[in-house]
């Protein structure tokens, strides 16, 4: 996800911001089969829904208790100590503007501030983001983490699929963003756009070119791309804002089973263009998010079912039920 080999004739500049949006690691297999059993799920849901005349969704309002951890060391870049606390309070603003209508809120419950030069940087899978996450994580399963500090690479931000919770996997659930991309920070990542992106993944969301920038020329428009009827197949990741931009076209994008045909979505906010090009999340993704919500994580708090207690029978029937099948894109964006 940190390289896009396709770019190479955009010269080293476009290089170097294809490794500079989000780290997320690529998801695991038990994180694909949550995804081919939600898209089996809401199929069903949307044809029963059809058949009756019914349009509209179940009323569904969720407010995400939000923990802000600041990492301070004598490198992190970024951080102005006068204007960072403003900055951390925009950035919820951002979120609770950028998710309405999807039904999340967040409420910042506190803001921690720890200097420590030991933790120099918080990258993923490091022993410095497990130091970091056991000391400073808060809350439950439902609960938001959100720590920004020094990434290293380039990367601006990174988060966690809700997955098979072990100990070590609660601990170091949630999202870790450069300070750097709070609003008022660095263009064109300075809008706060990094954290709308990332908690994206944190609710489950692939990118809108998932599996692209593999090893595999335009991998994204083939296979099962994000799962999400209503993003358009991408081949790659997108940067600046380039309107009108198709990377899968003809028999090509026919092959991506799950998505519908038409230009690039670099409106998306699960795409990698630059804030002020991002500007919405799809019918499709939002319902993927409610449902993922009330399977994946409150799921492992209260008696509601999820996919560790449905187990990874999922994937072959699934895909065989749903080859070919495409749905009408939801009305809203």
């Not at 439950?140 to 070590?168: C, H, M, R, S, W």
Request: charged share 20%.
């Amino acid at each position: 996800m940190r390289f896009l080999p396709l770019l190479l004739t955009a010269g080293l500049g476009s290089l170097q911001l294809a490794a500079a949006r989000c780290g997320t690691r690529n998801p695991s297999e038990r994180v694909h089969a949550q995804h081919r059993y939600f898209l089996d799920m809401e199929d069903r849901e949307a044809a029963a829904r059809a058949s009756v005349g019914v349009t509209t969704r179940e009323a569904f309002d969720v407010t995400i208790d939000t923990f802000v951890h600041v990492i301070i060391t004598n490198s992190t870049a970024g951080i102005n100590m006068t204007t960072l606390p403003s900055q951390i309070d925009e950035q919820i603003d951002v979120l609770n503007e950028n998710y309405l209508g999807t039904g999340f809120q967040f409420n910042l419950v506190n803001v921690s501030y720890t200097h420590n030069n030991a933790w120099q940087a918080i990258s993923d899978g490091s022993t410095t983001e497990y130091e970091v996450k056991s000391t400073l994580r808060q809350g439950d399963y439902t609960t938001l983490n959100l720590y920004y500090g020094k990434i290293g690479d380039g990367i601006l931000g990174y988060a966690t699929f809700p997955d098979k919770v072990t100990e070590q996997e609660f601990i170091m659930d949630g999202v870790v963003c450069d300070p750097q991309s709070l609003p008022g920070g660095k263009p064109p990542y300075d809008r706060g756009i990094t954290a709308v992106h990332e908690i994206g993944h944190w609710l489950n969301l692939f990118h809108t070119f998932q599996p692209g920038n593999s090893d595999s020329m335009n991998a994204g428009c083939f296979g099962h791309g994000d799962y999400i009827h209503d993003t358009p197949a991408e081949a790659y990741a997108a940067f600046g804002c380039p309107i009108g931009r198709d990377t899968c076209k003809g028999a090509v994008e026919s092959n991506n089973t799950y998505s519908i045909p038409g230009t690039d979505p670099i409106h998306n906010f699960m795409d990698y263009t630059e804030d002020e090009c991002l500007t919405h999340f799809t019918e499709g993704q939002i319902t993927r998010m409610r449902n993922s919500w009330k399977e994946e994580r409150v799921g492992y708090t209260s008696d509601s079912p999820s996919a560790e207690r449905r187990g990874l029978n999922l994937g072959v029937a699934v895909d065989a039920d749903l080859k070919g099948k495409i749905a009408k894109p939801g009305s809203g964006w």
